[in-house]
């Protein structure tokens, strides 16, 4: 049960226990996150925007750093960056969930009324869904939740496991004015998403035929995901919305690859399944740590906004130690690319009330074995966007298609030193002085027939000179025309152990964590570099210092009215 719990029934693992001692180095505040959420103490589902606020619900142990004991803590903001800490929502009380307040989504209902669906562990350490309202609509805060005798709403019957039955998605209405959720499940030993229609939100039925399903044998689809997007633009969708100018999207997380991959397709609410566009290709939202991810409709603003948990790359006694393990990505917006093959990310425009101290360089010629200090931010607290041009692209590596199948085996093997015509070029992050530690996010080109294949690189095999650490190297083929669009472009935010990066306009994304043993004793340095055999251009690079988001705000500071 701990494991199935660990990794997809939490939508973010965190704890910080302030009795441990400071018996390891990794436990040293340095390594603490500036502007990614984290709750102020202990062991850390369903994010909504109701009434002038953004909730976020998050699983906590209140009582110790270890897993166990979990209910719904609860915290609100007004701009997604500072967070106000409220009581806890949930916790197991009932035969129903007296094991676990597990997984869940928020669904706003006709009426204005917000209701939570989740899993619950009951007495039995059976899987079971649940449903909780507010006790009181006329408080903006929702501080107080109420769970209905009659829960359960669903139990696992006939062919599901109750082991592996948890994670009921955000509703959608459809045409005859039923509700829908899809539930995680394993079938037959095939990773599934079942289906439920309600006429009323309590009383459930399973479809004859499941939102979508594996082919073939597979693990357990945890944390399913399922939402609209526009076919043209940026604007984000209710949960409910369908017609012809939409595609949707089915996302599920895979523990055993502790990774979200997602797939585009139509909605055929005649026959209630997802019909994706090809069936035999899953996208991946982030290629590194990134998992259990949820989205949401942000109705303020009419954008759709993705979150997710990130893990750690250190041992279980080092968090232990430190005092967290786990954060959560900096929210970002999502949106169809018009190309309609991916979804495009971003992080939220809100990140950039952080900035402060911007730099600016411009022209900058990286020729060949260069390395470039980027000065007059604090580089381990940073947002920076560089623009890379290729004045010309006839030394691009050829390209063997036999190595296509796993880009980060070929950032493996052929490293941010390894010398090609056009690359490796990009950043080194999180850099000490003597570039002994270092994180190095880079691009690479080679030419493929008649087009140009871009592969971007994180690798965190340098990052740090602890044995200790799980130092991963990334990779992922940009989905881009480069020899049309003349550029490529990289956004990476910096912030102390983590590290997220948007290539390509959003197009791809690598998120990692790394502990350097510097940061003990001495300054953070990020370069630019170039080991390519041909020079490339910084037309454009801005930077800013990011300042500390405020994560333990009193409610009356959020200026919401009582």
Known sequence: MESCCRYCLV????????????????????????????????????????????????????????????????SVSVDLINWAPLDLALAPTAQFDINGVFSGSATILPGDTPVILYTGADSNDQQVQNIAFPANLSDPFLRQWTKPDFNPLLVAVNDIDSAEFRDPTTAWLAEDGRWR???????????????YRSADFVHWERADSPLHSSSISSSMWECPDFFPVLLKGREGLDTSADSEEVKHVFKMSLSAENSDHYMLGKYDQAKDIFVPDDCRRWLTYDHGKFYASKSFFDSKKKRRILWAWVTECDSESDDVAKGWAGIQTVPRTIWLDSSEKQLLQWPVEEVESLRRNEIHLHDLELKPAALYEIKGVKASQADVEVDFELPSLERAQPFDPSRAVDAAKLCSQEDASVQSGIGPFGLLVLASENMEEQTAVYFRIYKDKHKFKVLMCSDQRRSSLRPEIDKQVYGVFLDMDLGKEGKISLRTLIDHSVIENFGGEGRACITARVYPEFFLNASTHLFLFNNGLDSVMVPRLKAWDMAKARLNLKDKDLGVEN
Do not use: C, D
């Open 11 to 74: 939508w973010v693992f965190f704890f910080l226990f302030l009795g441990y001692g400071v018996e390891s180095s990794l436990a040293n505040k340095v390594y603490r996150t500036a502007y990614h959420f984290q709750p102020p103490k202990n062991w850390i589902n369903g994010p909504m925007y109701y009434n002038g606020l953004y909730h976020f619900f998050y699983q906590y142990n209140p009582n110790a750093a270890v897993w166990g004991n979990i209910h719904w803590a609860h």
């Open 181 to 195: 959720i899809a539930i995680g499940a394993l079938i037959e030993n095939r990773g599934t998403a079942l289906l």
